[in-house]
């Protein structure tokens, strides 16, 4: 599984020219989950994400989590991210989860992450979205387990 983590001070997705969903100050994580993915493995990403430090403290260094800064979380699946590009021109998917087991567990990871922090909106699994953002920092890192 991975997770693109961007710091932002607002995000929001559409669908169909809809806004789905929109937060403030917070984090807009992007999830690509792979086809060896486990329940176990996006829990321990979930939390992984919760602890994540990359708000500034009273110093501006980055020391508190989202929890720490009272900050939002949006979550939107992203499965281009399960791409092998390692060759060639044009990305190959095999390493991707299949949908329904991918659904299955991004839900999860949306799951466990409100049931620690309230501050948590989704985009809309499998559709074509439009995800708006502004970047803080730009602050943006890419977890892997």
Do not use: W
């Amino acid at each position: 599984m991975k997770a693109l983590i961007q710091r932002v001070k607002q995000a929001r997705v559409e669908v169909n020219d809809q806004c789905i969903s929109a937060i403030n100050t917070g984090m807009l994580v992007f999830i690509g989950i792979d086809a060896h993915d486990t329940d176990a493995s996006v829990i321990a990403l979930a939390d992984r994400l919760l602890k994540y430090r990359l708000f500034s403290d009273d110093q501006g260094r980055m020391n508190l989590n989202i929890q720490q800064s009272n900050g939002e979380i949006l979550l939107v699946s992203q499965f281009t991210l399960s791409a092998d590009t390692k060759k060639g021109l044009r990305p190959g998917f095999s390493s991707a989860a299949a949908p329904g087991e991918a659904e299955r567990l991004f839900n999860l990871v949306a799951f466990h992450l409100q049931q620690r922090h309230k501050l948590i909106k989704t985009g809309q699994f499998g559709a074509d979205m439009q995800v708006f953002l502004q970047n803080d920092g730009p602050v943006t890192f890419l977890l892997e387990n």
